[in-house]
């Protein structure tokens, strides 16, 4: 990014393509950590190639949020994946191209990938 209207450009972008109906809860929600240690690692590549492959696959039933620090700083990004009566799933270390996979492994085919996932406390 080399200007602010660049980013501003990216801000509308994502607020276009993000769903913020919190009231669905039919809806698998995908949650991307976005406090200053996850956008430095690179969460805002993660967020944009989430909301890409949403968009590609044109997924309706899938809303999208962002949340401040996780508090696992060391594990950024973070990506919580809550989809209907089934636990949430946190995604360690994740870049654009493992968000992507996220997308369809597990949202789609519901295939969790264990080997990227913290484990629940």
Known sequence: ?????????????????????????????????????GISAGAREVLMAILDEIKKRNLTDVVVTETGCIGMCRFEPLVDVIKPNQPKVTYV???????????????????????????NI
Request: proline share 3%.
């Open 93 to 119: 270390n994740v870049n654009p191209e493992k968000a992507r996979q996220i997308v369809a492994r597990h949202v789609v085919n519901n295939q969790v990938i264990d080997e990227w996932v913290i484990p």
């Open 1 to 37: 990014m080399k200007s602010i209207e660049e980013l501003e450009k990216i801000r509308d972008q994502a607020r276009e393509l993000i769903n913020l109906r919190k009231d669905n809860e039919n809806k698998t929600r995908i949650v991307v950590g976005m406090g200053t240690c």
